[in-house]
């Protein structure tokens, strides 16, 4: 097993002032080189994903194999439903697995992908984080790998959570060879509505931002080439889970 630590030439403190400045900030070559290769393999290898979405406030996963069970007119009354809701308002579609759900409902024992959440709520993780942010009460945060294909998206949000104090969410970002073109940029908007800032998919790179604030994952488009994979969650205050 790898051991997954961050590229030790990276200054956090230094770093922070740029995030503090402009609520959010992009690093490239977050990991160690071999630790990035290694978690990549292991996204790529994965075979636990789940088709997540909402209608609403209700919030959906359903493992692929359910959705292949489906009948051609049961898909297509799903993605009209997604549809309409992205029309309305807040709407998400993508395959996502949950690591930090798994291992507090004691699902998938021993899966690789959970040794990602061990290491986001390890020490060396949160206090970089800490000194990141310069939020000293982060206690924790929770882990999920996600998968974007041509058709997913996420429309625009700000974080918040009444029953979470996050303060800040971050995405480590594992796609190669990704072209702006192909869609799936984390777009960052103003007040106005325009589109303040942007960060494509890259490898290897944290995208990292402070709560709350507007922000969406534009659709992917259907010639995209590629997955469009990473690691993310919140980091959140108070007090720590016990799992």
Known sequence: MVKIALDARHDPKALGETLRTNGRLQIPNFLEEGVANHLE???????????????????????????????????????????RGARAGFQYFFHQYYMTDAIRNGREQGHPLHAMHDYVNSEPFLGFMRDLTGDAAITHADSFASRYLPGHFLTEHNDTHAHENRAAAYTISMTRRWQPDWGGNLLFYGEDGNIDAGFTPSFNTLNIFLIPQPHAVSHVAPFSGAPRLSFLGWLKRGERPDY
Not at 45 to 68: C, K, Q
Request: charged letters at 20%; aromatic letters at 12%; hydrophobic letters at 40%.
């Open 41 to 83: 393999g292991l996204l790529l290898r994965n075979n636990t994903w789940f088709v997540a979405y909402n209608e609403g406030h209700e919030f959906f996963e359903i493992p692929l194999s359910g959705i292949a069970r489906m009948s051609p007119e049961q898909q297509n009354r799903l993605v009209d439903a997604i549809d």
